[in-house]
């Protein structure tokens, strides 16, 4: 069935940030009358619309395998254990990614390191990674953050020469590209969520890990269902960890949409790009599908006071993140103890970028004129 694709024009005074009963309405008809069949179906866990997803996204990405699972957290714990590193592995990890990339690791009992990003991309730099290099690092596991595609061609080369793992965080990547190639098909074992808001999005939530390999596809796919490939035998010590039926539907559903969802956000990206004042910080120019943004992040020095008056405006906007990942309490604790050396100091450029940022409206529910009212609203702040 064609869905038929009328970008919402928004009759609200308040411009909001997302709207995800706006977002999904796009695609009600569809997903009611594949909830419908699901329902009747029968068949509610790992079952024929899993099986269809897992084999359109991985033809989407144009890799071999393609795993659902819960969540993305899930997805990026799966992706390290079925990697069997060794107890207390270092794992290169950028300093200002979300939490749950770190949390993975953790979970693990491996030792995340901690890099610097590139001021200009947000994304791990790759010089860092090379001089953060022991001889107990065993991987590397990048960000593909806010939507923009990480340097795998530096990052490869680095995991090459010095035979590291490479696992990709695509989290908010979903379609992005790098030299032609989609994030998730350079690493070993890569990591997807389809939390609601990103560009792919379940009504729920949703994960998978992709590869090129078929040995950690099945382990993957044992580890994900109690470490078992036939019922009531388990080879591993495994997880509960299952894409349900529902979710694989929903996005099979969203899924034939998913460049036209891109490129409409890459085209409000290039009005903010082309009319926003440089004395906020913006992206840098998307080059073809390098960043598909999920998040359209600036950076201002009066962060707080703007977003304060943007919402006095009535345009809602949301922070990418508040709080560094060093700074959390949870990782606080670890240092506490010895678990964990690094200390936030030690990061001035995350630091600054946490303190700074602000995402600003980009979502399939806004239009060019919503935009471009933001961008009024943002070039006369003063």
């Not at 997805?75 to 990339?101: F, W």
């Not at 440089?278 to 943004?293: E, G, I, Y």
């Not at 303190?355 to 609203?377: F, K, R, Y």
Request: glycine fraction near 4%.
């Amino acid at each position: 069935m064609t869905i038929s694709f009328n970008w919402p024009t928004n009759e609200q005074i308040m411009i909001e940030y997302e709207n995800l009963a706006s977002l999904n309405d796009l695609f009600a008809n569809e997903l009611e009358r594949t909830a419908s069949e699901v329902i009747r179906g029968g068949w509610y866990v790992l079952g024929k619309k899993v099986e269809a997803f897992e084999l359109q996204f991985a033809d989407y990405l144009n890799v071999r395998h393609c795993v659902g699972v819960a969540s993305g957290l899930d997805a990026l714990i799966l992706s390290i254990r079925a990697l069997d590193l060794e107890p207390a592995s270092e794992i290169i990890v950028p300093a200002n990614t979300y939490i749950a990339t770190i949390l993975a690791i953790l979970h693990l009992n491996m030792t995340p390191i901690l890099v610097e990003p590139d001021p200009e991309t947000y994304n791990i730099d790759p010089n860092q990674i090379a001089t953060s290099i022991t001889p107990r690092t065993r991987a590397i596991m990048v960000v593909h953050l806010y939507g923009k595609a990480c340097n795998m061609t530096a990052i490869m080369q680095i995991a090459v020469k010095h035979q590291l793992k490479v696992i990709e965080d695509c989290a908010q990547a979903h379609g992005a590209e790098h030299l032609g190639k989609k994030v998730g098909t350079f690493g070993d074992c890569n990591a997807f969520s389809f939390y609601p808001t990103k560009n792919l999005g379940a009504l729920g939530d949703a994960g998978a890990v992709v590869t090129n390999n078929p040995a950690l596809a099945e382990k993957v796919r044992k580890l994900r269902n109690y470490g078992s490939a036939v019922k009531y035998h388990n080879e591993m010590v495994g997880y509960n960890s299952r894409l349900d039926e529902l979710q694989a539907a929903f996005l099979s559903v969203k899924l034939p949409h998913l460049d036209r969802i891109v490129s409409h956000k890459q085209e409000l990206a290039l009005l903010y790009e082309k009319h926003l004042h440089a004395r906020f910080k913006r992206p840098m120019p998307a080059n073809a599908l390098d960043n598909v943004f999920h998040i359209y992040p600036i950076r201002y020095s009066a962060r707080d006071r703007l977003r304060t008056y943007l919402l006095k405006k009535e345009i809602k906007t949301e922070v990418h993140y508040p709080i560094a990942p060093l700074d959390q309490p949870a990782l606080a604790q670890l240092r506490k103890v010895g678990n964990l050396r690094q200390r936030p100091e030690d990061f001035p450029i995350t630091n600054e970028i946490h303190q700074t940022i602000l995402s600003l409206p980009i979502s399939v529910i806004h239009t060019q004129a919503d935009i471009m009212h933001v961008i009024d609203a943002l070039n006369s702040f003063s």
